[in-house]
């Protein structure tokens, strides 16, 4: 319960737990990313990297939208258990994908939302214009999660060190996720920026479904928010953005052609007579 999330309060606790995917409570940052977004009754929605589909189930109960839960490491057919347990099977859809290869038409969603999860793909300079393509064009483009209060250039800070990994290097800060989609030229950036005491709800959070994860809570409890946080950013398909096709073969035709030069008079006349 938190006055600051009144849609996720009035979910059971015990339903949000048993649908834990990652280290944030998913409902907390869809709440929280959905306040920057404009969803409404029939809207199609990418849940990319949905984990368990906590979020999917969120969106469409919140927002009547449909969802395509769609996530690559948690299996499609518990997900749908739960879906269907929340009465959202009519609308809300499981997908078993690579956000890097999805299985969409061109310009299908009128949105996509990205919770605790965009960092694993969405980091790669090209990608947004890749998934750009499957919203269409003034579409939105919303991502939530863990980042950085700003970017940490020069060593890992000494009090994060014994936490960090070398995976976090994909962790950043709002600005960074400005500036990223900001050159892609693809979209238009609406907002980007940080939650107000993230880190105590992501510190309330560890303590509430991993109180042995001991690492992790004595990191955020030393930082208190100097660099680690929520992040969130959400954008727009510019209408006018010509995106590049992805290429997945070129076509070609062999043609036979000597290897080497010749390397004598009369092969020379072979050649060119
Ligand atoms: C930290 S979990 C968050 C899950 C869920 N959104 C939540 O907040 O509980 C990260 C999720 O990203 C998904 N993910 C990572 N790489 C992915 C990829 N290449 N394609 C699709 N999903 C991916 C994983 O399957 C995983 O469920």
Redesign the pocket.
């Known amino acids: 319960m938190s006055e600051r999330f009144p849609r996720t309060s009035r979910y059971h606790p015990d339903w949000i737990r048993s649908s ?5 409570n ?1 409902l907390w ?1 869809a709440e929280w990313l959905t306040e920057a977004m404009s969803l409404g009754p029939g809207m199609r929605v990418l849940d ?5 589909g ?2 999917s189930v969120f969106l469409h109960r919140e927002f009547d939208v449909q969802v395509w839960a ?5 299996s499609p057919d518990e997900r749908m258990e739960r879906i269907r347990d929340a009465g959202a099977e009519h609308a809300a859809f499981p997908i078993h ?4 290869s999805l299985p969409f038409a061109a310009g299908f969603f009128d949105a996509v939302v ?4 965009f960092v ?2 969405g980091t790669d300079d090209l990608y947004l214009n890749y998934l750009a393509r499957f919203v269409r064009p003034g579409g939105q483009i919303g991502i939530a ?1 863990a980042g950085l209060m700003q970017e940490i250039d020069g060593p890992t800070p000494e009090h994060l060190a014994a936490w960090w990994e070398p995976g976090m290097a994909n962790l950043h800060s709002a600005q960074w996720w400005r500036r990223h989609w900001d050159r892609s030229g693809v979209a238009h950036v609406d907002v980007a920026d940080s939650m107000t005491d993230g880190w105590k709800y992501w510190l309330e959070w560890q303590r509430a479904i991993a109180p042995d994860n001991q690492v992790e809570i004595d990191a955020l409890t030393a930082d208190r928010g100097r660099h680690l946080g929520y992040v969130r950013a959400v954008a727009r398909r510019r209408p006018d953005a010509a995106l590049d096709e992805p290429i997945s073969s070129v076509p070609v035709t062999y043609v036979k052609r000597p290897l080497y030069r010749p390397r004598t008079r009369a092969g020379v006349a072979d050649l060119y007579g």
């Open positions: 834990v995917s990652g280290g944030a998913s940052l990319l990297g949905c984990g368990r906590a979020s769609t996530d690559l490491w948690f994908a690579d956000a890097r990205s919770i605790d999860s694993y793909y999660g």
